[in-house]
């Protein structure tokens, strides 16, 4: 069951990332108001990493930032060692 809620959990965290980067590309395009970089990372932190690290390809958005370009895969990577050790630990 707790299995289940991770897996879950995981792929909505991950498609909010994917979704934010395409809407904070958007607005970028369009000079609108931007979604804060603070609030990016805090997805990401919270375990949507992978997803904004393949909306930030998908979309070309912030990949010329360093603090992005190390910052979210490094994330990424944080993410799924903590996804892994949480269902290794749980099963």
Do not use: C
């Not at 809620?5 to 395009?29: E, H, P, T």
């Amino acid at each position: 069951m707790i299995i289940k809620v991770i897996f879950i959990y995981f792929i909505i965290i991950n498609l909010a990332g994917y979704i934010i980067m395409a809407v904070d590309k958007r607005k970028s395009v369009r000079n609108k108001w931007r979604i804060q970089e603070k609030t990016l990372f805090a997805i990401s932190l919270f375990g949507g990493a992978l997803g904004m690290l393949l909306g930030m390809r998908s979309f070309h958005h912030k990949t010329k930032k360093t603090m992005f370009k190390v910052g979210i895969p490094l994330l990424a990577i944080l993410n799924i060692a903590v996804y892994i050790y949480l269902l290794y630990k749980l099963y």
